[in-house]
Nanobody, 124 residues
Framework: QVQLIESEGELVQAGGSLRLSCVAS????????MGWFRQASGKEREFVAA????????RYADSVKGRFTISRDNAKNTVYLQMNSLKPEDTAVYYC?????????????????WGQGTQVTVSS
């Protein structure tokens, strides 16, 4: 069992930056593939980024590629999402998620554990 706790979201201006973090409980964090997803009001949850357990492989949604960076610190049981050049369309509740198989996937149904979500609002 893994519990995931995201950092507090913020209200930021367009063009600004924000780093989200997600801390996992347990001693097996380093074996999990981690992902970030988001859900805007009235829309379905969508994939943002994911990273393998070792951190050597990452994957991004086209909408955030070049602006967002996912990383992890296994010693701290933490995964990060650095978000730069934020746009109003990035406004959403952001969730971190974990899955045991060591393969990065974008389908949210294939993730086993989820955080409670944190609101990120980007003002124009």
């Amino acid at each position: 069992q893994v519990q995931l706790i995201e950092s507090e979201g913020e209200l930021v201006q367009a063009g600004g930056s924000l780093r989200l973090s997600c801390v996992a409980s347990g001693r097996t964090f380093s074996t999990y593939t981690m992902g970030w997803f988001r859900q805007a009001s009235g829309k379905e949850r969508e994939f943002v980024a994911a990273i393998t357990y070792s951190g050597t492989s990452t994957r991004y949604a086209d909408s955030v590629k070049g602006r967002f960076t996912i990383s992890r610190d296994n010693a701290k049981n933490t995964v990060y999402l650095q978000m730069n050049s934020l746009k109003p369309e990035d406004t959403a509740v952001y969730y971190c998620a974990a899955r045991r198989p060591p393969i990065v996937v974008t389908d949210n149904s294939r993730y086993d554990y989820w955080g409670q979500g944190t609101q990120v609002t980007v003002s124009s």
